[in-house]
């Protein structure tokens, strides 16, 4: 028995030590893991007051779980599954169609979860843009998306003008889709450090614009771009948390400001934010992903609505929901509760069906599809 015992414990160790090996070597030679940043990239980041003790740091303090929550307790709870997790049918979405959009307009059209087609003073800005059906470095495992019907595809879409990335997690930075969107010559304005995941991908330096909490950037002489900060973290690998910054995105017009959150739990950011550049047209606020063994890097529904409160919000359409199973909570969870959330705060909620183009002029009653 005793020598039954150590080999055992001999082959545990083994496991472990071949795991841990992997872990480290596998996404040096794969691309889809990203790459970290080096030379003057790197020295950007250390300069930054927000990175400290080698991680960037979260505005105020944020702890990865809740209380008398660890990671395998997380791990187990996700692994036991809870109650209706993914749609028990195809969700039927609407064929998107670039004829749909008027230059004149200001529109959004939501394609699941946190990507999103904004089109604003005759430009077609592409947010957090995930078009593979995992989410995950894997094509062949991980969270899988649910099946749309149309499914969305890069092809659908006009002509791009810009796209925005609000940090590197793979469910908002996918490398097939990226892949796809290299040669087309068009401008990614990212966090500090996800320029060296783009880069690795193919897409030139000088279309890279690596921006800090509260940067801007002015893309024309309409529009500006601001970078903003969230309660978050990021990560593509076991050894690069918080080697990246996370962020959320304002997009600025003469005439329209509009918001696009990423990821983050709730704090005091959102009313800084809405104190700058409020009041917002419409706010795109993650709405999805929560569990109490992680309540302060996502929020739930009616903490997003009370975030678009703060923002200064006319507008909300909760994201981050509808096309991933990433936490414990129903799939229709996030919109119920925030449609109720929103109700009892007279707050003007869209809920689209994803491909389905709404212009800020005349927002539409929307039915509850997801039933």
């Known amino acids: 028995m005793k020598k039954f015992l150590k080999w055992l414990l001999v082959a545990v160790i083994i496991l472990v030590f071949i795991v841990i090996t992997a872990t480290m070597i596998v996404p040096k030679f794969a691309p889809q893991f990203g790459n970290s940043s080096d030379g003057a990239r790197l020295e950007r980041i250390k300069s930054s007051p927000h990175f400290k003790d080698g991680q960037f740091q979260n505005l105020v303090d944020t702890p990865m779980y809740g209380e008398n929550t660890s990671l395998w307790q997380s791990m187990l709870k996700f692994i ?28 959004v059209t939501w394609f699941g979860h946190s990507t999103v087609l904004l089109q604003i003073a005759g430009k077609n800005i592409l947010i957090d843009p995930v078009f593979s059906n995992h989410a995950s470095p894997f094509a062949f495992m991980g ?25 590197d997690h793979y469910d908002h930075l996918d490398y097939e889709t990226i892949l796809k969107l290299k040669n087309l010559s068009i401008p990614f304005y990212v966090p500090l450090g996800l320029g060296a995941h783009l880069e690795r991908w193919g897409i030139p330096a000088e279309n890279i ?23 978050h973290f990021s990560g593509r ?11 959320g995105w304002v997009i600025k017009s003469e005439k329209h400001t509009i918001i696009h959150t990423g990821d983050s739990g709730y704090g005091p950011h959102f009313k800084q934010i809405g104190e700058k550049y409020g009041p917002f047209d419409l706010t795109m606020v993650e709405c999805g992903q929560y569990n109490e063994g992680w309540p302060y890097i996502h929020m739930t529904p009616e903490e997003t609505v009370q975030a678009h409160i703060d923002l200064d919000g006319k507008l909300l359409l909760p994201i981050h929901w509808g096309r991933f199973n990433l936490s414990l909570h129903s799939w229709t969870d996030p919109v119920e509760r925030a449609s109720e959330a929103s109700n009892q705060k007279n707050i003007n909620l869209i809920t689209p069906v994803p491909g389905q183009v709404v212009s800020l002029s005349n927002p539409l009653a929307y039915y509850e599809w997801w039933k």
């Open 143 to 167: 969270p899988k998306a649910f099946p749309y019907s149309p499914h969305f595809s890069i092809a659908d879409l006009p002509e791009i003008d810009a796209i925005l990335i609000s940090h």
């Open 209 to 231: 614009f690596e921006a800090e909490w509260w940067d801007e950037f002015r893309f024309d002489q309409e529009i500006v771009f601001a970078c903003v900060p969230m309660r």
């Open 237 to 247: 690998g076991i050894s690069d948390r918080n080697k990246t910054l996370w962020a």
């Open 80 to 107: 036991k599954g809870g109650e209706n997790r993914e749609p028990d049918a195809v969700i039927k979405t609407i064929k998107f169609s670039a004829n749909n959009i008027s230059p004149d307009e200001v529109s």
